[in-house]
């Protein structure tokens, strides 16, 4: 079992880019979950998604962030037209339900 | 999503000795707290974790105390080694974490040789 997988490890991107942040969760995971880690802060909540739907997004900022975890691949965290503050650690964790696998992360700079 | 709040920010141990984390919440509706531990470049791994029917929960080293009409619960690392040097969150949920949790802003612990 190769664990919570996502790609890529470290993302620069120019102010204005979008960026795509790929999840793979455990296999038998059927719960994504999304956090955005900003320095010296704690992880914070971002989206909560099960195949095909989204349960959860409270966490999400109302514009340019979306999030999908279609029937079949990856789930994605997608930025449109990044900023500076965007800049973070991303991660994904998944759970059957409950105790969380979490991923090694996403480093987006925004340049 | 309600506040943890988990002190001290960072904190230095010697060598064997014990290693005190504090965190507080206000949702009396939390039901899960667990302990993360995260390395530099990794994501955060589950430590320990507790639920409010029990009062104390020790796996090796690790203890977590819960004080529930305080609200408040604490890690305490016993015989600390130097490879214990990491960040600690603490991390509360609603309905067992399924929907998410609410992390403390962590502690950094250093383990002096």
């Known amino acids: 079992n190769a664990g919570v997988m996502q790609n890529p490890r470290h993302l620069v991107r120019r102010r204005g880019q979008e960026a795509r942040l790929r999840c793979s969760p455990m296999?038998?995971?059927?719960?994504v979950y999304w956090y955005r880690q900003l320095p010296e802060e704690g992880l914070k909540f971002m989206v909560y998604?099960?195949?095909?739907?989204?349960?959860?997004e409270s966490g999400m900022p109302k514009e340019r962030f979306s999030a999908e975890f279609p029937k079949e691949g990856p789930s994605i965290l997608r930025i449109q037209q990044v900023v500076r503050g965007d800049s973070a650690a991303y991660f994904c964790?998944?759970?059957?339900?409950?105790?969380?696998?979490f991923g090694s992360g996403t480093r987006l700079t925004v340049v | 999503q309600q506040q943890v709040k988990q002190s001290p920010q960072s904190l230095i141990v010697q060598k064997g000795g014990i290693s005190i984390i504090n965190c507080a919440y206000e949702?009396?509706?939390?039901?899960?707290f667990p302990w993360y531990q995260q390395f530099p470049g990794k994501g955060p791994a589950l430590l320990i974790a507790?639920?409010?029917?029990?009062s104390e929960k020790k796996e090796g080293r690790f203890t977590i105390s819960f004080n529930k009409s305080a609200k408040q619960f604490s890690l305490h690392i016993m015989d600390s080694q130097p490879g214990d040097s990491a960040t600690y969150f603490c991390?509360?949920?609603?309905?067992?974490?399924?929907?998410?949790?609410?992390f403390g802003k962590g502690t950094h612990l250093i383990i002096q040789p």
């Open positions: 964790a998944s759970s059957p339900s409950g105790d969380y696998t």
């Open positions: 296999k038998g995971h059927s719960h």
């Open positions: 998604l099960q195949k095909e739907n989204i349960i959860d």
């Open positions: 949702n009396t509706a939390f039901d899960y």
């Open positions: 507790i639920r409010p029917d029990v």
């Open positions: 991390a509360a949920a609603v309905g067992g974490g399924a929907d998410g949790l609410t």
